[in-house]
């Protein structure tokens, strides 16, 4: 038992200190803050002057309307400085408003034109300030008044916020999809080449007349396997960490329907069935690459195992987006490698119980359990066999020897 943990020991501090690791496991956060860094200084550079529209006007009751109004200054109280700042390029443009016989009369001057959202919303403030003057000329009774008060009575109700909820689903759908898709595949060629550079060394020999070959292996695994379940305990924190640190340094994502919508639509079943899948993955990879005699014939040897990934990826992508639940992702939701991709995807889109999904991870974890067991029972005819006589043969020669 304490060869298995030293082998898992080594394994697990060897591939989590270097620097590929390092990189794989951070580089989606690297995206994230520089994504969040740009767009925060972008938003500060607009805010720092030269996109601000100046107001000048005379008339309280015009200062009082556009004072929450966001993009316009009160600062310059006349024409001549705002036309300076405006050369200087400090201003955006200004905005000069009089009234005249209860009459608005409003001038814009610029080097360009103000945003849409900006022109719209000063043209919103000028009509109800013309429509307020309007009714203080007409000197209209309190019933009159009330009368022209009335607005229409416009309500929208979803059911359940189903629009943030379809959008939720196809952005966690498709970040499941791409993220599972890189990781199988860096998974699967880094541990066929591990095994494969190992295959037929004196020094695997001097292991194994010390340490079984089984026990070996299952070391191997073992420390694969907390290799994997770090590397996605980090994304799972880094996702909630990302989540709280935008939410602070944007204030918005707390209450962002859509960023909630991800996170309702989070399922811990698909951190379990993404673990489980990468390590069954794992195992056939160390299968195929300990059946090349040339490092050269890893990728060929490595192919049965990129088939599913491949079929899961391109199932998971077409099935998955469909309206109605297809019969082929059912099925292939309780078919080991393939349930990595497709039972998660039930899961998003709401066609799969916990009864369904428990019982498709207990398939996934048999399997993976009994692929370990099996493999490791023949390691050692795997790993010295050294005759180069096809894949096949290969295989049946290092698993009949026991």
């Not at 770090?230 to 909630?240: F, K, N, P, R, S």
Request: proline share 2%.
């Amino acid at each position: 038992m304490n060869s298995l943990f030293l082998v898992a020991k080594e394994t697990y501090l060897r591939q989590v200190k270097s620097w590929s690791f390092v990189f794989m496991v951070f580089a989606p956060f690297i995206m994230i803050f520089f994504s969040l860094g740009i767009g925060y200084l972008t938003g500060s550079s607009m805010d720092q002057g030269g996109q601000e529209i100046a107001l000048i006007s005379q008339e309280a009751s015009v200062q009082s309307a556009f004072e929450d109004l966001d993009g316009l200054t009160s600062d310059y109280t006349d024409e001549e400085a705002a036309k300076k700042a405006l050369k200087d390029e400090d201003l955006l443009g200004y905005l000069i408003v009089t009234v005249s016989d209860g009459q608005l009369s409003a001038v814009y001057h610029g080097n360009e034109l103000p945003s849409i959202e900006t022109e719209t919303a000063i043209q919103q403030t000028l009509t109800e300030l013309q429509d307020q003057l309007n009714r203080e000329d007409a000197q209209l009774t309190s019933q009159q008044e009330a009368t022209l008060a009335r607005t229409p009575d416009y309500q929208v109700q979803l059911v359940e916020n189903k629009g943030y909820e379809k959008i939720g689903k196809f952005i966690l759908f498709f970040a499941l999809i791409f993220l599972l898709y890189v990781l199988t595949m860096i998974y699967a060629s880094t541990t066929a080449q591990e095994v494969a550079s190992e295959k037929g060394t004196k020094i695997m020999e001097v292991i194994f007349s010390s340490v079984p070959a089984s026990t070996y292996f299952y070391g191997r695994i073992l420390g694969i396997f907390m290799v994997i379940a770090t590397h996605l305990g980090i994304y799972a924190l880094g996702g909630v960490g990302s989540y709280q640190f935008a939410s602070l340094a944007l204030l918005t994502m707390q209450d962002n329907p859509i960023a909630q919508a991800v996170l309702g639509g989070f399922d811990w079943f698909i951190l379990f069935f993404s673990l489980f899948g990468l390590v069954l993955i794992v195992v056939i990879a160390a299968l195929c690459g300990s059946l090349v005699v040339r490092q050269e014939d890893v990728n060929k040897a490595v192919q049965p195992v990129m088939y599913p990934i491949i079929i899961g990826f391109i199932g998971a992508m077409t099935l998955g987006q469909q309206a109605q639940e297809s019969i082929l992702l059912k099925i292939g939701s309780y078919v080991p490698l393939l349930s990595t991709f497709f039972m998660p995807i039930r899961i998003i889109n709401g066609w799969a119980n916990g009864l369904e999904a428990g019982l498709s991870l207990l398939i996934l974890i048999a399997s993976t359990v009994a692929a370990i067991y099996f493999i490791g029972k023949s390691y050692a005819g795997l790993i010295l066999q050294t005759d180069d006589i096809g894949l096949w043969k290969s295989l049946k020669k290092g698993l009949s020897s026991k």
